[in-house]
């Protein structure tokens, strides 16, 4: 699933493709609002809130989509080909004199008034990547259900919206725990510290073509020395890590850590995959 920081480049391009300019064609292809027509009003403003995108348009509505797994949105130049996928997959198209904008296997498309974006997304938690940030609001949530594991409640859009399955599984990495420690249990600091990677990571990929965490911690320094197989009892450091990969967990199951060199292990985790490093992260396992 796209997670903040891809919608919110998204975003960026439907903005800069369709805002200012008045439609010259809407053709919202899903059964509710397939006879609403938006041709003649301008776009105002197209605004990722966490994994939801807002199109607004003059008249005070708001074309709301979300991408969800399988979701994209193209624009393409007046006379070139769309190339997204089948046309019986569009489900919408927004077009000027200059851009089309067509919508691919959108799960959730809905035409409303502007004045009522919060029945789409007002459940949502503060969003890193946008004004409403609040990091003591996100704190307070999380805290809210301590039980509950902290894969999980990364997850809840209500704690704190833009999380997905990859930022779950990465943040816990540098947080050096499993997905599986409820959050109660987290040792002190660590929450606070959670949600600080969590801003910086979404705001270091908001503007990167392909997402990476290892920007995030220091790999530099050589690891913790390992008792050599050869000489029991006699310390071999081993040599620095250099960082290859984008990611340090995530879609790794099998490989080394790039920390610690472990294997990295995967397990489901409420009907998502889930990777953690067995050295480097503490807590229960699946």
């Not at 053709?27 to 403003?45: E, I, M, S, Y």
């Not at 816990?172 to 969590?198: Q, S």
């Not at 006699?234 to 472990?262: I, K, M």
Request: charged content about 25%; hydrophobic content about 35%.
């Amino acid at each position: 699933m796209p997670e903040g920081d891809t919608v919110l480049q998204t975003a960026a391009r439907l903005h800069q493709a369709l805002a200012g300019r008045a439609l010259t064609r809407s053709d919202l292809r899903v059964p509710r609002f397939a006879t609403a027509d938006l041709t003649g009003r301008t776009v105002l403003d197209v605004t990722a809130r966490g994994k939801h995108l807002l199109t607004r348009v003059e008249g005070g509505l708001t074309l709301h989509s979300h991408l969800r797994m399988d979701g994209a949105w193209r624009v393409f130049a007046p006379d070139e080909p769309w190339r997204g996928g089948p046309g019986h997959q569009i489900r919408a198209v927004l077009a000027n004199a200059e851009h089309t904008a067509v919508g691919y296997r959108l799960p959730v498309l809905e035409l409303l008034r502007t004045s009522e974006e919060s029945r789409a997304v007002g459940h949502l938690g503060p969003d890193p990547l946008g004004p409403d940030w609040d990091p003591g609001l996100a704190l307070d949530r999380l805290l809210a259900a301590p039980e509950r594991p902290v894969g999980d409640a990364l997850l809840d859009q209500r704690n704190l919206t833009g999380i997905g399955n990859v930022y779950k599984c990465e943040l816990c990495f540098l947080a050096r725990v499993t997905p599986w420690l409820p959050v109660g249990a987290l040792p002190d600091g660590v929450l606070t510290r959670l949600i600080t990677l969590t801003e910086r990571l979404l705001h270091a990929n908001r503007d990167r073509p392909a997402r990476t965490t290892t920007i995030a911690s220091d790999l530099r320094a050589p690891p913790s020395p390992a008792p050599d197989a050869a000489a029991p009892g006699r310390p071999r450091a081993r040599p620095p890590v250099r960082v290859q990969e984008r990611l340090f967990v995530y879609g790794r199951a099998r490989r080394p850590c790039l920390r610690c060199g472990t294997p990295i292990r995967s397990a489901d985790q409420d009907g998502r995959p889930t990777y953690w490093c067995p050295g480097c992260q503490s807590g229960p396992t699946r």
